[in-house]
């Protein structure tokens, strides 16, 4: 069974970390495009951090950049998002998207959610 499963969020006050893991099943993870998104209540779902198949450098969106890492193992089919630095306006629920073109088709997978409340 192909499914993504998201980890590691919670309730931290401003300043504090978090890491979040992404674990695929049922397919390899590295293969993939892997991107983090997040939406907050009322709002859009936007995309925060991305990390290519091939290796090449992470992307981040400017309200992220220089406080979150986008990272892989593969030994673990596992992508993380390293989370410094948190502000009130992190909160959100994050979601893990992989997604691979194969043969002009591409395939898109998402996690369930998890929510991370910044808070003191």
């Known amino acids: 069974q192909v499914q993504l499963v998201e980890s590691g969020g919670g309730l931290v006050q401003p300043g504090g970390s978090l890491r979040l893991s992404c674990v695929a099943s049922?397919?390899?993870?590295?293969?993939?495009?892997v991107s983090w998104y997040r939406q907050a209540p009322g709002k859009e779902r936007d995309l925060v951090a991305s990390?290519?198949?091939?290796?090449?450098?992470?992307n981040y969106s400017d309200s992220v950049k220089g406080r979150f890492t986008i990272s892989r193992d593969n030994a673990k089919n596992t992508v993380y998002l390293q989370m410094n630095s948190l502000k009130p306006e992190d909160t959100a629920v994050y979601y893990c998207?992989?997604?691979?073109?194969?043969?002009?088709?591409?395939?898109?997978?998402w996690g369930q959610g998890t929510q991370v409340t910044v808070s003191s």
């Open positions: 998207n992989a997604r691979r073109v194969l043969l002009s088709k591409t395939y898109t997978y």
């Open positions: 049922g397919f390899t993870l590295s293969w993939n495009a």
């Open positions: 990390i290519t198949s091939a290796g090449g450098s992470p």
